[in-house]
């Protein structure tokens, strides 16, 4: 639902905090091992900003419906995991 908190999945620093034209307020967070987590589709003002350092499950915003590419959809979160720029399976990635 718009408002759920959104949280880091695991520690890390915030590179980016956007308003992406499609995928509308996303954050970006980098983490040890090359690996990087998008949080997109947040509400307009998240609770991080560039630079800071975030805790495994701290707050960095909320679900929005900011996201033009996802209008269609109900309220959601778009979460990605990359790890050296390649897309790999969060699944994975939060299992570890």
């Known amino acids: 639902k718009p408002g759920t908190s959104v949280l880091a999945a695991t520690a ?3 590179s980016s905090v956007e308003d992406h034209p ?3 307020t996303t954050v970006v967070i980098d983490h040890e091992g090359g690996y990087t987590t998008t949080y997109s589709n947040l509400q307009a003002k998240p609770t991080v900003e560039p630079g800071d350092l975030v805790t495994a499950g701290q707050i960095i915003g909320a679900v929005g ?3 033009a590419a996802e209008a269609a959809q109900s309220p959601h979160l778009h979460f990605s995991v990359t790890r050296d720029g ?3 399976d969060p699944s994975a990635f939060l299992k570890s």
Request: proline share 0%.
């Open 12 to 14: 890390g620093t915030v």
């Open 65 to 67: 419906t900011t996201a």
């Open 86 to 88: 390649e897309a790999v």
């Open 22 to 24: 499609l995928m509308g």
